[in-house]
């Protein structure tokens, strides 16, 4: 792609320490002469910086062996060593997600993919395939996986245990299927055999019995996932290079990974020293048992190289509107006998709150109802009257960056506490996409329209935007388009089949959208001036695409392909292509 290119390879660790020992005695200009010749650069037709520091635009990255920019230029004149050649691509800071699942998007790569699926024959029918490629799984040690039904495909009735056993290829196997919100699973009548009778009451979960048994929600997954044969490491290793792969093909160089048990913390940890480990991770630790204390397990990690950084904590307070789970402020429109259901109660909310960030972690707390956003920012602002009792709470809230994963339905009361004290909302763009075809009928217009989904009016609050994979694609690409058009990425349509945007004043610009999956992240994750822009000592983290952004029609960005992706100074991903030659 970038034919300009000057790179020498250090031989041995013999000749690092040489460099490294001429660099402190040799004169200055000298030593900046050999830092150059030990150096590479990468030329495109454009770079687009999105920094304060340095020009909005450029041709030219230069980065050290550590992975570090230390220089953006356009003027090949000042350095003659670089030869001048045709160049390919524009290149754009790495993209982050700023809420995804590593380790369940890498099993969503090896499990049945049930995303719009039409009916239930559908269902069973590509279990049925899956099963046929895979006989190995479905039984007691191997369940077999799948995420992404939805029951508006079965008449908006739930799927029962029953329907699973109606297939002679499925009948008798072990399986658990993800709602598309992964707020539920749907069980074989094999899974429920190995529960007890009767089932134990289940705070904050849902059983679901009607039209029959087979379904749980929220808290009352915990009752299914006692019996689930964990993955084995070797198989968590597999999931993740696999997720990493895909990602980079994404043009994915960061993710915010939005729960992490501390043992998988450990993984990490151990796989980050393989080459492999191609992903920069955020990672938010959530307890094995979630929404309690767990300092006994838990622990921070910081890496010089920013490939892991742990020093957040992921707390629950509601489940999922699609199922009906989001805590709410008044009932649900078309489910007038209930509000939702929180996870954990205000009280326990605060004080796990107060608890972890006064052990020095980020909270990050995952609000989908106006319910659970109120106590959720409830709960922050009492820690920070904690953390700093002598400060205002918007200064208390700058040093420590707590967050609201999803932010989805927010009272106009609470919006204007969020500006107030700077609380950080993460956001997913296409949840909006995806969830208009049955929000409002479950809100309400006026609710909808005052607190549903808000992305513009986010904007004073610098929000973080994200995908949710493996609950949606992963594809930033269609994250942007659903930001600046509110149309469906998979369609291009509206929520009326058209091309008007769902509640249009929401979309952002691309400018906007494009830096909430960028300097959004950076900034939450405490990485300003390292990720999120191409910077004099940021990270050497880009993507190299076809045509520039902002020459693209609009629809364009749902099919927009990367070229090549770099992390840390080092390509980890390349498409091929005939027309350069490879």
């Given at each position: 792609?970038?034919?300009?290119?000057?790179?020498?390879?250090?031989?041995?660790?013999?000749?690092?320490?040489?460099?490294?020992?001429?660099?402190?005695?040799?004169?200055?200009?000298?030593?900046?002469?050999?830092?150059?010749?030990?150096s590479e650069t990468r030329c495109y037709v454009s770079v687009t910086t999105l920094s304060a520091l340095n020009n909005?635009?450029?041709?030219?990255?230069?980065?050290?062996?550590?992975?570090?920019?230390?220089?953006?230029?356009?003027?090949?004149?000042?350095?003659?060593?670089?030869?001048?050649?045709?160049?390919?691509?524009?290149?754009?800071?790495?993209?982050?997600?700023?809420?995804?699942?590593?380790?369940?998007?890498?099993?969503?790569?090896?499990?049945?993919?049930?995303?719009?699926?039409?009916?239930?024959?559908?269902?069973?029918?590509?279990?049925?395939?899956?099963?046929?490629?895979?006989?190995?799984?479905?039984?007691?040690?191997?369940?077999?996986?799948?995420?992404?039904?939805?029951?508006?495909?079965?008449?908006?009735?739930?799927?029962?245990?029953?329907?699973?056993?109606?297939?002679?290829?499925?009948?008798?196997?072990?399986?658990?299927?993800?709602?598309?919100?992964?707020?539920?699973?749907?069980?074989?009548?094999?899974?429920?055999?190995?529960?007890?009778?009767?089932?134990?009451?289940?705070?904050?979960?849902?059983?679901?019995?009607?039209?029959?048994?087979?379904?749980?929600?929220?808290?009352?997954?915990?009752?299914?996932?006692?019996?689930?044969?964990?993955?084995?490491?070797?198989?968590?290793?597999?999931?993740?290079?696999?997720?990493?792969?895909?990602?980079?093909?994404?043009?994915?160089?960061?993710?915010?990974?939005?729960?992490?048990?501390?043992?998988?913390?450990?993984?990490?940890?151990?796989?980050?020293?393989?080459?492999?480990?191609?992903?920069?991770?955020?990672?938010?630790?959530?307890?094995?048992?979630?929404?309690t204390v767990c300092f006994d397990d838990a622990f921070k990690v910081t890496r010089d190289d920013g490939l892991l950084?742990?020093?957040?904590?992921?707390?629950?307070?509601?489940?999922?509107?699609?199922?009906?789970?989001?805590?709410?402020?008044?009932?649900?429109?078309?489910?007038?006998?209930?509000?939702?259901?929180?996870?954990?109660?205000?009280?326990?909310?605060?004080?796990?709150?107060?608890?972890?960030?006064?052990?020095?972690?980020?909270?990050?707390?995952?609000?989908?109802?106006?319910?659970?956003?109120?106590?959720?920012?409830?709960?922050?602002?009492?820690?920070?009257?904690?953390?700093?009792?002598?400060?205002?709470?918007?200064?208390?809230?700058?040093?420590?960056?707590?967050?609201?994963?999803?932010?989805?339905?927010?009272?106009?009361?609470?919006?204007?506490?969020?500006?107030?004290?700077?609380?950080?909302?993460?956001?997913?763009?296409?949840?909006?996409?995806?969830?208009?075809?049955?929000?409002?009928?479950?809100?309400?217009?006026?609710?909808?329209?005052?607190?549903?989904?808000?992305?513009?009016?986010?904007?004073?609050?610098?929000?973080?935007?994200?995908?949710?994979f493996p609950v949606e694609p992963a594809n930033i690409f269609q994250g942007i388009f659903a930001a600046v058009t509110?149309?469906?990425?998979?369609?291009?349509?509206?929520?009326?089949?058209?091309?008007?945007?769902?509640?249009?004043?929401?979309?952002?610009?691309?400018?906007?959208?494009?830096?909430?999956?960028?300097?959004?992240?950076?900034?939450?994750?405490?990485?300003?001036?390292?990720?999120?822009?191409?910077?004099?000592?940021?990270?050497?983290?880009?993507?190299?695409?076809?045509?520039?952004?902002?020459?693209?029609?609009?629809?364009?960005?749902?099919?927009?392909?990367?070229?090549?992706?770099?992390?840390?100074?080092?390509?980890?991903?390349?498409?091929?292509?005939?027309?350069?030659?490879?």
């Amino acid at each position: 792609m970038a034919i300009l290119s000057t790179q020498t390879l250090i031989a041995s660790s013999t000749a690092v320490i040489a460099i490294a020992v001429a660099l402190s005695v040799l004169p200055g200009w000298f030593s900046a002469k050999l830092l150059w010749f030990y150096s590479e650069t990468r030329c495109y037709v454009s770079v687009t910086t999105l920094s304060a520091l340095n020009n909005a635009t450029a041709e030219c990255i230069t980065f050290n062996p550590a992975g570090i920019v230390t220089a953006v230029f356009d003027d090949l004149i000042s350095y003659p060593i670089y030869k001048a050649g045709t160049r390919y691509g524009y290149a754009y800071p790495g993209l982050w997600d700023g809420h995804g699942h590593l380790l369940q998007y890498g099993e969503m790569l090896q499990s049945v993919n049930l995303f719009g699926s039409q009916s239930m024959d559908d269902v069973l029918g590509k279990i049925s395939l899956y099963l046929d490629q895979n006989p190995q799984v479905g039984t007691s040690t191997e369940w077999l996986r799948g995420i992404g039904w939805d029951q508006a495909a079965f008449g908006g009735k739930m799927p029962t245990s029953s329907e699973l056993e109606d297939d002679d290829s499925i009948k008798g196997k072990y399986i658990m299927l993800d709602r598309v919100d992964v707020h539920c699973v749907w069980v074989s009548q094999a899974v429920l055999n190995l529960l007890p009778d009767p089932l134990p009451e289940t705070p904050g979960g849902e059983v679901i019995t009607t039209p029959g048994p087979g379904v749980f929600c929220d808290n009352a997954m915990d009752l299914v996932l006692k019996y689930f044969p964990k993955p084995s490491k070797v198989q968590k290793t597999k999931y993740i290079k696999n997720a990493m792969k895909d990602l980079n093909s994404l043009g994915i160089v960061g993710i915010h990974d939005a729960g992490v048990a501390p043992a998988d913390i450990k993984l990490y940890e151990e796989l980050v020293e393989d080459k492999d480990w191609s992903v920069r991770v955020y990672a938010m630790l959530e307890c094995e048992k979630r929404n309690t204390v767990c300092f006994d397990d838990a622990f921070k990690v910081t890496r010089d190289d920013g490939l892991l950084d742990v020093r957040s904590v992921k707390l629950f307070a509601d489940g999922a509107l699609g199922s009906w789970g989001s805590a709410m402020i008044t009932p649900y429109t078309d489910h007038t006998n209930s509000s939702g259901s929180l996870l954990v109660n205000a009280s326990t909310l605060t004080d796990l709150t107060t608890a972890w960030a006064t052990a020095g972690y980020q909270i990050n707390i995952h609000a989908i109802g106006d319910l659970a956003n109120r106590l959720a920012i409830d709960a922050m602002s009492a820690a920070f009257d904690v953390l700093c009792p002598d400060a205002p709470r918007h200064d208390c809230q700058a040093l420590h960056r707590f967050r609201i994963e999803h932010a989805q339905i927010i009272h106009p009361d609470d919006q204007k506490r969020m500006f107030e004290l700077g609380i950080i909302p993460s956001i997913q763009p296409t949840h909006a996409t995806s969830d208009m075809v049955y929000a409002e009928t479950r809100l309400g217009p006026q609710r909808t329209e005052e607190e549903a989904y808000r992305m513009r009016s986010l904007l004073p609050v610098n929000p973080v935007l994200g995908s949710d994979f493996p609950v949606e694609p992963a594809n930033i690409f269609q994250g942007i388009f659903a930001a600046v058009t509110r149309r469906s990425p998979h369609t291009g349509l509206g929520a009326d089949g058209g091309e008007k945007g769902w509640y249009a004043d929401e979309t952002l610009t691309l400018e906007d959208a494009l830096k909430g999956f960028t300097l959004g992240p950076a900034n939450a994750a405490f990485l300003e001036g390292k990720a999120g822009a191409i910077e004099v000592g940021g990270f050497a983290d880009w993507i190299v695409l076809d045509e520039p952004l902002d020459e693209m029609d609009i629809d364009e960005l749902r099919s927009v392909k990367v070229r090549e992706t770099w992390v840390g100074g080092k390509r980890v991903y390349r498409r091929y292509d005939k027309s350069v030659g490879y």
